[in-house]
């Protein structure tokens, strides 16, 4: 019902002079041609210009820091393989000091230890002869002084009664005792 | 019921080609100097297009933001849009595909706005640019393969190599039909493009009839249907909104078809 009084109505509009005009007007092309031309040329010099060339810039800007950040990568990884392999270098030289040192240390020691043994020998055998020529004085000085003592004991003992020739004799005897005494 | 048809009257007159000064003159189609009721909103629409695009082109940044960024998307959007369809040369046609589809979208966007009409409501404008766009395509398929290469083009290489009945029978009435479909495609450019935002606008003014009708009558039915068709008038906004984008972009996806098709005429 609505669409039958709608139809009416419209014909009746129709009727009443309205119309669509489906002829292009002249009054409308020329202008709408101008416009767009005119829009065109303002567009691509301030706008699509400008905009296009910022994402370009942007597009090439973008790049340029992926392929820089991928060399600094590289030349990261680089540099840190650098420093691993100087680390090891270092490590290993250090390693190879110490031993050199540990080595050194140690003949140091043994040269300085067999010094000492020399050393140590030498003055035991210094203090030996020494004390062996101070008992060879020291005997000579007895076997002195013992024979004194004998003569004067013997004497005493036996008074004058002994000859010149048998204290003489006597005393030899004696020696020769008391010399095998000292080879004991 | 009177008040229809009267208000009807009034809203396809408001819809037609006038004298912007005079509502109530002619415009005749050889009239070349009106300045017409459509050709001030492409005026309107010319404007927003212009200081958009140039303000934000003014913003635009290494790191973009705000109206800049908004405005390079679309640019974006526009340079895939050509790249797709006629290949790396397409960037060049940037420009050109660009102030096609922003100037329509800003003249269907702006012709929502209750009071003023969208620019490409009227067959002037849309049959301006339709046959603009013919004129470009062509020009661009003779200049890159030459006026004979291109026209052979028309007819497909298949047929090209058949025997002489083939070639000169059957190449001929494909000859023929091409032409014809080439001559057909600023008409429907025109058709389209118009067609959709007229009848658009049309439905929008209808559903608005309906919606003060309605209120006028003081009934259950009459209430009822001023209601209906309020909540229709909203949907039909919103609709309408989506086919000023959509027509915008049909129109605009087809240039670059055509040019496109003209610049690879030789690959088929």
């Keep these: 019902m609505l669409f039958e009084e709608f139809a009416y109505a419209a014909e009746a509009a129709s009727d009443q002079g309205a119309s669509i005009s489906i002829i292009p007007s002249l009054a409308e092309i020329w202008p709408s041609l101008f416009a767009f031309a005119v829009l065109f040329l303002l567009l691509k010099k301030f706008a699509f210009g400008p905009i296009l060339n910022m994402l370009q810039k942007r597009s090439d800007t973008i790049r340029e820091s992926l392929e820089k950040a991928e060399e600094t990568k590289l030349e990261a990884e680089r540099l840190l393989e650098d420093y691993k392999a100087q680390l090891a270098e270092a490590r290993a030289e250090a390693a190879g000091l110490a031993e050199q040192s ?57 008074g004058e009664k002994l000859s010149e020739a048998d204290h003489a004799k006597l005393i030899e005897k004696y020696l020769a005792e008391v010399g095998s005494f000292n080879d004991n | 019921m009177e008040g229809l048809s009267e208000k009807l009257a009034s809203k396809l007159h408001k819809y037609s080609v006038l004298p912007f000064e005079d509502m109530y003159g002619t415009v005749s189609p050889l009239d070349a100097f009106v300045f017409t009721n459509y050709i001030f909103f492409l005026i309107i629409a010319f404007v927003a ?175 009822l249907s001023s209601g209906l068709s309020l909540v229709m008038l909203v949907i039909m906004y919103a609709f309408k909104l989506f086919v000023g984008v959509i027509q915008a972009y049909i129109f605009t996806l087809l240039t670059t078809a055509y040019i496109g098709g003209a610049l690879h005429a030789d690959e088929h």
């Design chain 1, 102 to 158: 540990r080595k050194i240390a140690e003949s140091m020691k043994d040269e300085i230890v067999a010094q000492a043994n020399e050393e140590a020998a030498l003055i035991i055998a210094r203090a030996r002869e020494a004390v062996e020529a101070e008992k060879k004085l020291a005997m000579a000085e007895l076997q002195g002084s013992v024979a004194a003592l004998s003569v004067s004991v013997a004497g005493k003992l036996i």
């Design chain 2, 49 to 223: 297009t212009l200081v958009f695009f140039v303000v934000a082109a003014n913003k635009t940044a290494l790191v973009p933001k705000g109206i800049g960024n908004l405005a390079e998307t679309g640019v974006e959007f526009i340079r895939n849009l050509c790249v797709d369809s006629m290949g790396k040369e397409g960037v060049k046609f940037v420009p050109f595909i660009g102030t096609l589809f922003f100037f329509l979208l800003f003249a269907n966007i702006l012709g929502l706005i209750p009071g003023t009409l969208p620019a490409t409501g009227t067959i002037g404008v849309t049959a301006a640019w339709a046959v603009m766009v013919f004129l470009l395509y062509n020009y661009i398929g003779i200049k890159k393969h030459g006026f004979i290469g291109y026209f052979k083009s028309f007819v497909p290489s298949g047929v090209r190599e058949m025997g002489p009945l083939g070639k000169w029978g059957m190449g001929s009435f494909i000859f023929i039909l091409e032409v014809l479909g080439h001559f057909l495609r600023p008409l429907t450019l025109a058709m389209r493009l118009f067609a959709n935002t007229f009848a658009g606008g049309m439905i929008l003014g209808i559903f608005g009839i309906f919606v003060v009708l309605g209120v006028k009558e003081i009934s259950a039915i009459g209430l």
